[in-house]
């Protein structure tokens, strides 16, 4: 399946669904997950890429993003579970001005 910036809502879900909600480690390994996140932001799709600050550097993936002309918001004191350590707060305003901003 695939969407267009004139696709229904009804279809950019089942696409979100279909193509995006996999097991992100195994798509990532195959190079697939870029490809598919870049074409939900194609068709319009929100999408942000949020990194803890520990982390910074420390995946390939950042630069992968970086590469790709992304745009990447680093969490001040997190790290990998930026949700739920010390970070928690940045990273729940950060969430909260994504979604505000849809």
């Given at each position: ?40 932001k194609e ?30 918001e680093f ?28």
């Amino acid at each position: 399946p695939s969407v267009t910036s004139s696709s229904s809502e009804e279809d950019r879900r089942r696409f979100g669904k279909c193509e995006c909600a996999k097991d992100l480690v195994d798509v990532s390994v195959q190079n697939t997950l870029l490809p598919r996140i870049l074409k939900l932001k194609e068709a319009g799709v929100p999408v942000w890429f949020a990194y803890g600050e520990q982390n910074r550097g420390r995946f390939t993936s950042e630069q992968l993003l970086a590469d790709h002309g992304q745009r990447i918001e680093f969490i001040a004191n997190g790290g990998h579970s930026m949700h739920a350590d010390e970070g928690a707060p940045l990273f729940w305003s950060f969430v909260e001005k994504c979604i505000q901003s849809s």
